[in-house]
């Protein structure tokens, strides 16, 4: 009889080892590369004096903040149905949000992971470089006036290819972490498509008495769905160095308005 006593438990012990719940592996962490930081990574205390090619006017930016942000995650399939929602992410992706303060201008510089989509419609999970900016100028009465505001895609890993496009939608198996993206205004709405090109690649391009190795031309595209009646558009173009950033940039709106704007100094610390 001790003898029974002691196997039933035993017996009901394996049972209900074998119904428990299998433990999820953590989910696995992606950081931005090395490389990609090179072109849009920067410290507080860099700067950026960029002059208005018509006006003379200067801009003076300067990098006010970073914040390490969660960009996205995978989810884990095999879990689906076992766990909440919060536990089945098979990987977490991590980007960064830096803040830029101007005399006329702000910025905020994304380094993201999103789900890319080329024109041949590939389907992956890369690293992008995405700029959201508000534009002001001094006015015919010596006032600080905005512009207009606008973001923009301007180049995405491992896709530097000369006439590359690039077009940014939401897939299906990457979710966004919609609060960033809503928050900081970077959310790629149902209703706006992001599209850049690599228009082309200079191995020197000389500026305001400077020569850069190496620059990038982007033509950056930001429209909006056709099913409204007055559908916007600004078509872009960025030049862009790695370790130094954007060191011109024409900004184009739909209603015909051109501003054009050149890096004069800069110090930057990455």
């Not at 006006?55 to 149905?81: A, E, H, P, Q």
């Not at 890993?157 to 970077?186: A, Q, R, T």
């Amino acid at each position: 009889m001790k003898t029974q006593h002691l196997i039933l438990p035993i017996l009901i012990s394996i049972v209900l080892l074998g119904c428990r719940k299998p433990d999820p592996d953590p989910p696995e962490q992606h950081y931005i590369r090395q490389e990609v930081r090179d072109w849009g990574y920067f410290e507080e205390g860099s700067y950026w004096v960029f002059q208005n090619d018509s006006t003379l006017t200067l801009d003076t930016l300067r990098v006010t903040n970073i914040d390490t942000i969660k960009t996205g995650y995978k989810k884990d399939s095999k879990l689906t149905g076992l766990y909440s929602r919060s536990i089945f992410e098979s990987d977490i992706y991590y980007g960064f949000l830096i803040n830029i303060e101007g005399s006329l201008s702000d910025a905020d510089i994304f380094l993201n992971f999103y789900e890319r989509s080329s024109v041949e419609e590939e389907v992956t999970i890369i690293e992008g470089l995405f700029l959201k900016t508000e534009l002001s100028e001094i006015n015919q009465f010596g006032q600080k006036q905005f512009i207009m505001s606008n973001n923009y895609m301007l180049l995405s890993w491992d896709d530097k290819k000369l006439n590359n496009k690039i077009l940014n939608k939401e897939g299906s198996s990457w979710k966004k972490y919609s609060n960033y993206y809503f928050h900081h205004g970077m959310q790629i709405l149902e209703d706006e498509v992001n599209v850049y090109e690599i228009d082309e690649i200079l191995d020197n391009y000389s500026l305001n008495g400077k020569t850069y190795n190496n620059v990038y031309h982007i033509k950056s595209y930001s429209l909006t769905n056709e099913r409204y009646y007055y559908p916007e558009y600004y078509i872009s173009d960025f030049w862009i160095v790695k370790n130094v950033g954007i060191i011109k940039k024409v900004f184009r709106h739909y209603n015909g308005f051109i501003l054009s704007q050149s890096l004069i100094d800069h110090r930057v610390y990455q």
